[in-house]
């Protein structure tokens, strides 16, 4: 990961500007957001993170990538250089028209040309518990046209939650990650300096693939009893180091009474992208038959497996190739946008995103989130309604409002990946 050294996290100096006082402006919930689902259209990572340090202060803390910022050579100096602007806004909400804070830093780099290296700026946030908060994010390449804008929930509706805690690498680097590779060191920090343990809950579960949009099934209730528990000693608010020694989610809470916590996931390798040959058979059952998607699980040779199914449904090699870089596309994409608990591809989100492509449009309200391929105008444009779960795992968990009217067009839109 990269990740820089919490020495060279920037406290805000003379180059931040604070805004004061609330602004009104337009609710975030009436524009369009599916820029934030098109990697094209965002030029960097959206690696941010939110802590709180008192029950009325938070930090946001964000990572520049410089490889991900343009420089361009001084002709006086002869160095190459580039320069940013760092900017956040704090709401209410997706639905609130004013601003109660806004601040920016300007900044720029003349040192790490080339170099794959990032820098974390900080920013102080009055934030009063118990509350919740919208942060719009937005970083700006002068060199560029166009910014990246993203958005955080600030979550203070508890003193328990995932943002009671930071996770730092070997190197004393924010980890901005949810998901932590096997064999990798961390440790965890809290914003409760007397405390002596942290409660540990690991589960191994076999999640299965998100149901077709038209099924009325239930999803079956999730089972809290943890596969094991162990306790992880902390001195000063910091635990030692820890290593994730086997695949599933790790649940760190500050005590057994609340379900809210810290998750850190271990996912399989190469994570969020593709790296083994059951990775590329796993995601195909949503466009096969049980029968086809048995046949691939039963052959001793998944890699050629694959290939097999993906030829005799292209006919030819060369779509072939084109079905399978955007199919998989998809799969990587949607693990790096909805994972939550489980792998971003078997979500809901994962699943409509996999068959149908980046949506044309996204709405998002408090709890709820709307896709539409087409135009919002157009009686005919296919919807899709995604509704938060409360999750204690994570924040990122979205449920399909499933319809039997998506039938026909669920489909017709998985037999045009087979022809």
Same mark, same amino acid.
């Given at each position: 990961?990269?990740?820089?050294?919490?020495?060279?996290?920037?406290?805000?100096?003379?180059?931040? $500007?604070?805004?004061?006082?609330?602004?009104?402006?337009?609710?975030?919930?009436?524009?369009?957001?599916?820029?934030?689902?098109?990697?094209?259209?965002?030029?960097?990572?959206?690696?941010?993170?939110?802590?709180?340090?008192?029950?009325?202060?938070?930090?946001?803390?964000v990572?520049v990538?410089?490889?991900n910022?343009? &420089?361009?050579?001084?002709?006086?100096?002869g160095?190459?250089?580039?320069?940013?602007?760092?900017?956040?806004?704090?709401?209410?909400?997706?639905?609130?028209?004013e601003?109660?804070?806004?601040?920016?830093l300007?900044?720029?780099?003349?040192?790490?040309?080339?170099?794959?290296?990032?820098?974390?700026?900080?920013?102080?946030?009055?934030?009063? &518990?118990p509350?919740?908060y919208l942060?719009?994010?937005?970083?700006y390449?002068?060199?560029?046209?166009g910014?990246?804008?993203?958005?955080?929930?600030?979550?203070?509706?508890?003193m328990?939650?995932?943002?009671?805690?930071? $996770?730092?690498?070997?190197?004393?680097?924010?980890?901005?990650?949810?998901?932590?590779?096997?064999?990798?060191?961390?440790?965890?920090?809290?914003?409760?300096?007397?405390?002596k343990?942290?409660?540990v809950?690991y589960y191994?579960?076999?999640?299965? $693939?998100?149901?077709?949009?038209?099924?009325?099934?239930?999803?079956?209730?999730?089972?809290?009893?943890?596969?094991s528990?162990?306790?992880i000693?902390?001195?000063?608010?910091?635990?030692?180091?820890?290593?994730?020694?086997?695949?599933?989610? &790790?649940?760190?809470?500050?005590?057994?009474?609340?379900?809210?916590?810290?998750?850190?996931?271990?996912f399989?390798?190469?994570?969020?992208?593709?790296?083994?040959?059951?990775?590329?058979?796993?995601?195909?059952?949503?466009?096969?038959?049980?029968?086809?998607?048995?046949?691939?699980?039963?052959?001793?040779n998944?890699?050629?497996?694959?290939?097999?199914f993906?030829?005799k *449904?292209?006919r030819?090699?060369?779509r072939?190739?084109?079905?399978?870089?955007?199919?998989?596309?998809?799969v990587?994409?949607?693990?790096?946008?909805f994972?939550?608990?489980l792998?971003?591809?078997?979500?809901?989100?994962?699943l409509?995103?996999?068959?149908?492509?980046?949506?044309?449009y996204?709405?998002?309200?408090?709890?709820?989130?709307e896709?539409?391929?087409?135009?919002?105008?157009n009686?005919?444009?296919?919807?899709?309604?995604? $509704?938060?779960?409360?999750?204690p795992?994570?924040?990122?968990?979205y449920?399909?409002?499933?319809?039997? *009217?998506?039938?026909?067009?669920?489909?017709?839109?998985?037999?045009?990946?087979?022809?």
């Amino acid at each position: 990961m990269r990740n820089s050294p919490v020495k060279i996290i920037l406290k805000l100096s003379v180059l931040l $500007v604070l805004a004061a006082g609330c602004k009104a402006t337009e609710k975030v919930s009436l524009h369009n957001l599916a820029y934030l689902y098109q990697a094209e259209k965002q030029f960097t990572e959206q690696n941010s993170w939110v802590y709180h340090n008192t029950d009325s202060t938070s930090t946001l803390f964000v990572e520049v990538l410089f490889s991900n910022l343009v &420089y361009q050579k001084d002709p006086y100096t002869g160095l190459y250089t580039c320069s940013y602007r760092l900017s956040y806004k704090l709401s209410a909400g997706y639905e609130s028209k004013e601003t109660l804070q806004s601040s920016f830093l300007l900044s720029g780099d003349s040192l790490n040309y080339g170099k794959n290296t990032s820098i974390v700026h900080s920013f102080d946030i009055k934030a009063k &518990y118990p509350g919740n908060y919208l942060l719009e994010i937005t970083l700006y390449d002068f060199n560029r046209p166009g910014g990246s804008t993203w958005y955080l929930d600030l979550e203070k509706s508890t003193m328990m939650g995932k943002q009671n805690f930071l $996770v730092l690498n070997r190197n004393s680097g924010l980890i901005f990650k949810d998901y932590i590779p096997e064999g990798e060191q961390f440790k965890v920090i809290t914003d409760q300096t007397d405390l002596k343990f942290l409660f540990v809950s690991y589960y191994q579960r076999d999640f299965p $693939v998100a149901r077709p949009p038209y099924t009325e099934d239930r999803d079956p209730v999730f089972d809290y009893r943890p596969d094991s528990a162990f306790l992880i000693p902390v001195f000063n608010g910091e635990t030692g180091w820890i290593m994730l020694d086997k695949p599933g989610f &790790y649940h760190f809470r500050k005590d057994t009474i609340n379900r809210a916590g810290l998750t850190l996931y271990n996912f399989p390798e190469g994570f969020p992208e593709i790296a083994t040959a059951d990775q590329l058979r796993d995601p195909l059952r949503y466009i096969t038959t049980r029968k086809e998607y048995d046949t691939l699980v039963d052959n001793s040779n998944v890699k050629a497996a694959v290939d097999d199914f993906w030829l005799k *449904t292209a006919r030819t090699p060369e779509r072939a190739k084109n079905l399978i870089q955007k199919y998989y596309s998809n799969v990587e994409e949607a693990n790096l946008y909805f994972t939550s608990y489980l792998e971003g591809w078997k979500t809901d989100r994962g699943l409509i995103y996999i068959i149908f492509g980046k949506p044309a449009y996204v709405y998002r309200s408090k709890g709820t989130e709307e896709w539409i391929y087409g135009e919002p105008q157009n009686r005919s444009s296919l919807r899709f309604t995604f $509704v938060q779960v409360n999750n204690p795992f994570t924040d990122n968990d979205y449920m399909l409002l499933r319809s039997p *009217t998506l039938k026909e067009p669920w489909f017709i839109t998985v037999q045009s990946w087979r022809r």
